[in-house]
């Protein structure tokens, strides 16, 4: 029985590793596992060296070190955008911004953020479903927070192992919505790492953008 019971761990191992490898001929490097994964858990699949920065007190905290102050909204405002100077005090902001935070250590730190995703579709070649993503603002004291990815690939695609995925499938069959968090992982942009400007929902409240170039991706269905 034992010898069994290895056997099928193997049959699963290898099951998982044929997905894989159909999806490497492909080369779609948006491609990864689904992991199931507890509430809070999330830093012990991530790399030991990234900045989780989800909640706000950790993106104000990495603004802090980056920036140092938030900007003076009401002034760069003024009357707003039908203002003749909203434009340019706006740029000069991006400009000056950029310049000071040259050199700066925590534009070399490896950042995670999440974004909210949707299964959207099941392709049975590769066993895998299709990711709908989109952005997420999260309200900090320096203003609404929206993680930028300077590229995403185009086929996000999230591979379940085999015996999770046989539960998804009903359900997506059943018409069922199911919902997974996006774990994007990168390095700021070096050219224009943080873009300020105004949040078109509310007026003359600052929205901040950390521009990242995306190294990883990790799709995780929350338990």
Request: without cysteine; hydrophobic residues 40%.
């Amino acid at each position: 029985m034992r010898m069994l019971a290895a056997l099928a761990v193997v049959g699963l191992v290898m099951a998982g590793l044929s997905a894989f490898a159909v999806l490497a001929g492909q080369d779609l490097i948006g491609a990864r596992p689904l992991v199931a994964l507890e509430p809070g858990k999330l830093p012990s699949l991530l790399p030991s060296d990234t900045h989780l920065l989800v909640e706000s007190g950790a993106i104000e905290r990495f603004l802090d070190q980056l920036d140092g102050t938030p900007p003076d909204w009401a002034s760069v405002y003024g009357h707003g955008h039908h203002d003749p100077g909203h434009d340019e005090r706006l740029f000069n902001l991006n400009r000056e911004r950029d310049r000071l935070r040259e050199g700066k250590a925590t534009l070399q730190w490896t950042v995670t953020f999440l974004w909210p995703g949707e299964l959207s579709g099941y392709d049975p070649k590769s066993g895998g479903f299709s990711v709908a993503v989109g952005p997420k603002f999260t309200p900090t004291s320096w203003g609404i927070v929206r993680f930028k990815p300077e590229e995403l690939p185009s086929n996000l695609l999230a591979v379940p192992n085999p015996s999770q995925r046989e539960k998804l499938r009903r359900k997506f069959e059943k018409g069922q919505r199911i919902e997974v968090q996006v774990a994007l992982t990168g390095k700021l942009i070096p050219e224009e790492s943080i873009v300020y400007d105004f949040s078109h929902e509310e007026e003359g409240r600052g929205l901040i953008m950390p521009v990242v170039r995306v190294e990883r991706i990790d799709y995780l269905l929350v338990r």
